[in-house]
């Protein structure tokens, strides 16, 4: 392990900013340092998922590596995206403001090499269909924690169906209250409480969806 | 239907002292907005029309055979008389106003508290602070902070008026946020976290210096009324979110010295678990005798019965979402279950996993009422 891994996997920023700082004005390859630092919140994002890790770690790290590339990002001159293994349209459902479960999950699928499009909370269906449209994304995760907000994850769901393009969307619904009788209310593929394991079902997903 | 040989406040009681009541009791946990919803009412109506909102939560009340007395006997607040006492409330959106007239209250989190308020919370102490600095919370006027804290007091207190002139009892008088779920609120979850690991010095010293004056309001809710518990609100520091060395530091002994303060003084504190504390059970068996532990379904209140059966009294935890898209035989079988093993010895109130929602469907609610009425646990 690096020292840059090692201060991202350990929590340090200080000594994270430090040596990238001191790497950058050593002349090195700014691309490379990125690679380092994708692969310290990669390992972060694995301990998370083995619940070695947990929630502030996934924050603190997410943080260090924003700061990092804050300082990386001047010095690139192409493009830095890499490629990602899909596309997901994820977003907390009408009527509904929380945003952390939506949150947790968002961190680890852009770990795991999703392109996430998140499109925050209180989002109308007509919105979610819209971003499918637009971005093509094959699986649609939601979130709600009160449960009247089932209601809304129903009518998008419906919004979805209405558009024609039901068939091609696998729907993932999750949060705190999230059980399998409001999967099958909604019309969802799948359901889950935890969001390691939301990850896992939307790789499979990919896997489905690209056969 | 079992006999019943005790007064509700009886069976709530020795459940709390760990002995076996004649039945299990229950206490759905704030049914006000289930009622009115119930009833035909808008979630602004039950917000501000109050006559109709009261007379819908009684009348549901009777309708599903009465209960072992209501927890919070409507929506308002009741507040020490003092500005600091009243701002360190989190504001919510309100339905009508802030939401969709037919939304329910939801909390309105913002970065309220800034990185440096840490400091200033520690040097000047909690109320100097808010007495400074209160516009920070709430753009009012002191004077108008103050009127509308005292409108919301005698509401709480006419709405248990309610429920003790019939007969029912009520049960909490005041409710606090713990100093982490407090700064959390106020700072953000993202915000506060990385306190954690930027400033966890200045963050700590801020706690020490509310953590008195917030037993002390506390114990000046209690004194407005002779409701004897006070709801401990937390959520934000148990093992969902934080390793443990986090909640040794920042949780545990703040939790610890606020229970402690509150049984000397005779007051039944309610530590309301919201989200997983699995992880953070075993300490629970040092919070002093005389707490209930209330757990909302996502802690393992099974595994909370093996780690703290014989030491703490455990609440809850029908889901939410079983009370709104469950069958009334799905309830009664996690109903009964829980009576069976949770209540297996006493100590155990069966209640919903947080809140009653909104949208539960009757039925439901009264089967897991039904429950605690009918059903014995074995052994």
């Known amino acids: 392990m690096s020292e840059l891994v090692d201060a991202i996997v350990s929590l340090k920023e200080e000594e994270a900013l430090e040596i990238v700082r001191y790497r950058l004005e050593a002349g090195e390859e700014p691309m490379s340092l990125v690679e380092e630092a994708r692969g310290g919140i990669t390992i972060v994002g694995e301990r998370f998922q083995s619940k070695e890790y947990f929630l502030s770690e996934l924050i603190m790290s997410g943080e260090i590596f924003k700061q990092v590339m804050s300082l990386i990002e001047p010095k690139l001159t192409g493009d830095i995206r890499t490629e990602t293994i899909g596309n997901i349209v994820l977003g907390t459902v009408k009527g509904d403001i929380h945003n952390i479960g939506k949150d947790i999950v968002a961190s680890l699928l852009r770990i795991a090499g999703f392109e996430v499009f998140d499109l925050g909370t209180d989002v109308a269906p007509q919105t979610f269909v819209e971003k499918l449209l637009e971005t093509g994304a094959p699986i649609l995760g939601m979130s709600a924690l009160v449960t009247p907000s089932f209601e809304s994850m129903k009518d998008t769901v419906k919004a979805i169906e209405e558009e024609g393009i039901r068939d091609k969307i696998k729907v993932i619904i999750g949060g705190g209250m999230v059980i399998k009788q409001i999967k099958d209310y909604v019309g969802a593929d799948a359901f889950t409480r935890d969001a390691a394991e939301g990850v896992a079902i939307c790789k499979e997903f990919i896997e489905v969806t690209q056969k | 239907m079992i006999r019943e040989t ?15 009541p004649d039945r299990v009791p229950v206490l759905p946990l704030q049914t006000h907005f289930f009622a009115c919803r119930y009833k035909g009412l808008d979630g602004y109506e039950m917000v501000r029309d109050v006559e109709r909102a009261r007379q819908a939560h009684i009348e549901v009340f009777y309708e599903l055979g009465g209960f072992d007395g209501q927890v919070i006997p409507g929506i308002s607040y009741i507040f020490p008389r003092t500005l600091p006492g009243i701002v360190r409330e989190p504001l919510f959106k309100i339905p009508g106003i802030d939401l969709p007239r037919d939304s329910i ?32 919370f709430n753009p009012r006027t002191a004077p108008e902070i103050l009127a509308w804290g005292e409108r919301q007091t005698a509401k709480y207190i006419e709405d248990g008026e309610v429920w003790t002139e019939r007969g029912v009892p009520v049960y909490q008088g005041g409710e606090i946020y713990s100093p982490l779920m407090f700064f959390s609120m106020f700072r953000t979850l993202q915000q506060f976290t990385l306190d954690l690991y930027r400033r966890p010095d200045r963050v700590e010293a801020a706690m020490d210096a509310i953590v008195d004056d917030f037993i002390q309001y506390g114990i000046e809710q209690v004194s407005l009324t002779s409701y004897p518990w006070v709801m401990l609100v937390l959520e934000r520091g148990g093992s969902f979110y934080y390793p443990l060395k986090i909640f040794e530091r920042f949780e545990w002994p703040y939790m610890k010295k606020m229970t402690e303060a509150w049984v000397k003084v005779g007051i039944t504190p309610l530590l309301h ?7 953070n059970l075993p300490y629970f068996k040092e919070l002093p005798k005389g707490c209930i532990c209330e757990f909302d379904s996502a802690t ?9 059966g014989g030491k703490q009294c455990i609440m809850g935890d029908v889901r939410a979402s079983l009370l709104t898209h469950g069958t ?10 829980l009576i069976d093993v949770v209540g297996k010895g006493g100590g155990f109130i069966l209640s919903s996993g947080c809140y009653v929602p909104v949208d539960a ?4 609610v009264k089967a897991m009422i039904d429950c605690a009425k009918t059903h014995a646990p074995v052994g």
Not at chain 2, 11 to 19: E, S
Not at chain 2, 300 to 308: G, N, R, S, T, V
Not at chain 2, 328 to 337: A, F, G, I, Q, S
Not at chain 2, 361 to 364: D, L, R, S
């Open chain 2, 6 to 20: 005790m007064t509700p406040q009886q069976r709530v009681q020795a459940a709390i002292d760990l002995r076996v």
């Open chain 2, 105 to 136: 209250i939801q909390h309105d989190e913002r970065e309220i508290l800034q990185p440096e308020d840490y400091d200033l919370i520690a040097d000047l102490g909690w109320k100097a602070f808010a007495e400074k600095y209160y516009n920070k």
């Open chain 2, 273 to 279: 678990f919201d989200q997983d504390w699995t992880l």
């Open chain 2, 300 to 308: 393992d209140i099974f595994k909370a019965k093996e780690i703290l």
């Open chain 2, 328 to 337: 009334p035989d799905e309830v009664v079988e996690y109903c009964n279950r």
């Open chain 2, 361 to 364: 469907k009757f039925e439901n």
